[in-house]
């Protein structure tokens, strides 16, 4: 019904099209007409699937050490993950840098996110609790 609503009214929009008139600002684009169009839809959807996205993050002043960590948070944190039927897990973004603390030291920190998703909401929750006990940071969560 909305679909058919649209399309008459941009059937009616183009068939004014050639009463417009151009802009005077651009005197050789006089006998062009512009026309912009534009649409949009929306649907409400049951909320079938949950995500929860969970970070494994570490702070040291040895780079090599930040970096075997996370590997080694998230090698575990994948392990429990996996091992829970009906949801699949999925790795994110990946980023270590630089930075001075308060004392002038150079420190790193490296973080990494992991995602696990399900339509079975309480096997997401149960994860995601899991994976926070292991000592992973929630990151959020949505559907």
Request: proline residues 2%; positive net charge; glycine residues 4%.
């Amino acid at each position: 019904m909305r679909l058919a609503a649209l399309a008459l009214f941009a059937a009616t929009l183009l068939s004014l099209a050639p009463a417009a008139h151009a802009d005077d600002k651009n005197k050789d684009d006089k006998d062009k007409t512009v026309l912009q169009l534009s649409a949009a839809a929306e649907r409400v959807v049951p909320r079938d699937r949950l995500r929860a996205t969970l970070r494994a993050e570490v702070t040291d002043a040895d780079p090599l050490k930040v970096q075997a960590e996370i590997n080694k948070r998230m090698n575990k944190a994948l392990e429990r993950a996996r091992a829970a039927s009906g949801v699949k897990a999925e790795t994110g973004g990946y980023s270590i840098y630089s930075f001075v603390d308060q004392n002038k030291n150079t420190q790193w920190r490296g973080s990494q996110f992991v995602s696990v998703v399900s339509t079975d909401f309480d096997a997401v929750l149960a994860v995601a609790r899991d994976l926070q006990s292991s000592g992973l940071l929630m990151s959020g969560m949505g559907f």
